[in-house]
């Protein structure tokens, strides 16, 4: 297979400005033109991509260090995926231990939380 055959002619998924990238896929076609195009919303889709990777790796870092499982920073991965797809404004999981995550995007950007509950509560 040649370069050539990767040869895709796309347009981005906002404003459909057609751009020639090199692709294995559709999907992965369109998502190279909207990272190229130049339009207000794909200039904010890829700003919230770029954040996005930074706040997956703080979030992973931070939840880490808090012994959080890593199947649950994986799903909070998918949940930033879901942000960066404007599908989701806020993620917050709470652990069988008490511990609360969150995850607010806010703006072009992305608030990383974590707190253990301190509240106390007796049942009789
Ligand atoms: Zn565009």
Redesign the pocket.
Known sequence: MTSEDKIRITA?R??G?TAMVEADTEAEALHEATMR?N?D??LRYQEIRMKAEDAGLQMSQMYKSENVPEEIISLMYKLIDQMVENRLQKAQLTLPNGQKLQVTLKGTGFVVEHSQAEKKKVEV
């Open positions: 981005c906002f404003c400005q195009c339009c919303e794909a």
